[in-house]
């Protein structure tokens, strides 16, 4: 048996939730129904739905530099190529008769 895996008895139960109708959200604390939460890997989430939209906008503000960041430098990879597809398409609406290469 390889260390770390499951042993040859175990089902593959892990996947699916098993755990009841409803669930505790771990931020709020409050009891919600399943269809509060979203799923993962077939799993509810630790947060319910608002609960992780929240967590989720508090993180990008906390890190919004990092990501304006991120988001300049892939599109500056790309820039060149928009920058051709947008002169390819704009030629051809306006000269509709001369065929590109």
């Known amino acids: 048996m390889v260390r770390g ?3 040859p008895t175990a089902t593959r139960s892990y996947h699916r939730w098993e755990g009841g109708d409803d669930r505790l959200c771990a931020r709020c604390q409050q009891r919600k129904p399943l269809s509060e939460f979203r799923r993962q890997n077939g799993r509810p ?3 319910c739905i608002p609960c992780g939209n929240a967590v989720n906008q508090e993180w990008r503000a906390r890190h919004h530099d990092e990501l304006l ?3 300049r430098a892939a599109y500056g990879e790309v820039r060149n190529e928009i ?3 947008r ?3 704009w030629s051809a609406r306006v000269h509709p008769s001369t065929k590109e290469t």
């Open 83 to 85: 920058y051709a597809r």
């Open 45 to 47: 989430r630790a947060y």
């Open 5 to 7: 895996s499951p042993p």
């Open 87 to 89: 002169r390819r398409d």
């Open 69 to 71: 960041a991120r988001r």
